[in-house]
């Protein structure tokens, strides 16, 4: 178990409080100390560093700190600051009544990060004389132990095809697992989840998905999986994803980015893209014509055979903001390299600005 650590904060002497804010880090204990004193002087802050030891990469650590109110007058403990946007306060702030206790609770994001990792945390005592500061140094080591692959990649992948993806879990590491979840996706995916274990690793769980029939350069589907470290209950999320490519099999660019245009009385922008084969008939992208009110879309050929123009016309009661619209090749256009299975759409996009 680490030593414990003292903050203690000066108090101007009429106040005749003492605070003691007692905050417990999963059994590596932090205490805070705020002292009434003779002294004349404002609070004075002083820090303690807190080592959560080694956590996943991919990961959102959630930090549950106790604290009691050692006076006999009520007190608000309120998050100031912290020095990284990968830590963040769960709770703004809490008030404790005289001997009250309750929890500061923050979560410590591990993302893209790797090796040692230092950051400070400041929180502001009032309910005193003077408000007083006290700041918090929580290290970690991110790297290990590794549980959950960070992520899959599919290959190029066609509209309405199904894949599977197999993640080993490592249930050695002294960690538990305890479920997962889709946070993010172009759809719902299905989720199998291990019930048998072997030589350290639980049965892999399966992560089904279905391609969109929208073309793209990555699809994601996103997932978060909860740990709990077996020697002191600290609770990890680790992060994984799915990611596929879908190509349209007529133009080189997935998603068609036609640019940037200002509102005016009419509005129209036009771009060249690459196609994939020169022999492709442009008669055959249609746009849905439920679209065409909010922008019209005309493919035509370009200065080469090897590239077709793509202009947008758009009204003027348009919004601002970005704007998608769609192209569709009828079901007898072979996507280059795909077997069709259904029809891809082909994303136009342009942005509007005010």
């Excluded at 509209?159 to 996706?185: C, N």
């Amino acid at each position: 178990m680490a030593n414990k650590s003292i903050l203690t904060a000066t108090i101007c002497p009429s106040s005749r409080l003492v605070l003691y804010l007692v905050a417990a880090l999963l059994k590596m204990g932090l205490d805070l100390q705020a002292i009434a004193s003779s002294q004349t002087n404002v609070a004075l802050a002083v820090s303690t560093t807190v080592n959560i030891g080694s956590v996943p990469p991919s990961a959102k650590v959630t930090l549950d700190i106790p604290v009691t109110n050692r006076t006999d007058t009520p007190i608000r403990v309120v998050f100031d600051s912290a020095d990284c946007g990968c830590v963040n306060s769960l709770v703004s702030g809490i008030i404790l009544a005289g001997g009250e206790s309750g929890s500061l609770s923050l979560s410590l994001a591990t993302e893209g990060r790797q090796g040692s990792l230092s950051r400070y945390v400041k929180y502001r005592i009032f309910g005193l004389d003077n408000p007083a500061t006290v700041e918090v140094n929580i290290k970690a080591t991110v790297g290990d132990p590794v549980v959950l692959p960070v992520g899959k990649k599919f290959g190029p992948s066609s509209p309405g095809e199904r894949k599977t993806a197999r993640f080993r879990i490592t249930t050695d590491s002294g960690l538990d697992f305890s479920g997962i979840r889709q946070i993010r996706g172009p759809n719902l995916a299905r989720i199998t989840r291990p019930d048998s274990e072997l030589h350290g690793t639980l049965a892999p769980v399966i992560i089904e998905v279905v391609m969109p029939n929208t073309s793209s350069d990555e699809i994601e589907w996103a997932f978060e999986a909860d740990f709990q470290r077996q020697a002191d209950g600290l609770k990890i999320t680790t992060l994984t994803s799915v990611t596929a490519v879908i190509p349209n099999g007529v133009f080189t660019e997935n998603t068609l980015y036609l640019g940037t245009l200002r509102k005016s009385a009419k509005l129209s922008i036009e771009r060249e893209f690459t196609l994939v084969n020169g022999n492709i008939a442009l008669s055959s992208l249609k746009q849905p014509s439920w679209e065409t009110e909010m922008g019209s879309v005309v493919v035509s050929p370009g200065d080469k055979s090897s590239r077709a123009k793509v202009r947008v016309e758009i009204p003027a009661k348009i919004s601002s903001g970005i704007h998608t619209y769609t192209l569709t090749p009828k079901n007898n256009v072979q996507r280059a390299g795909e077997q069709a299975r259904e029809s891809v759409q082909i994303p136009v996009r342009v942005l509007i600005l005010p």
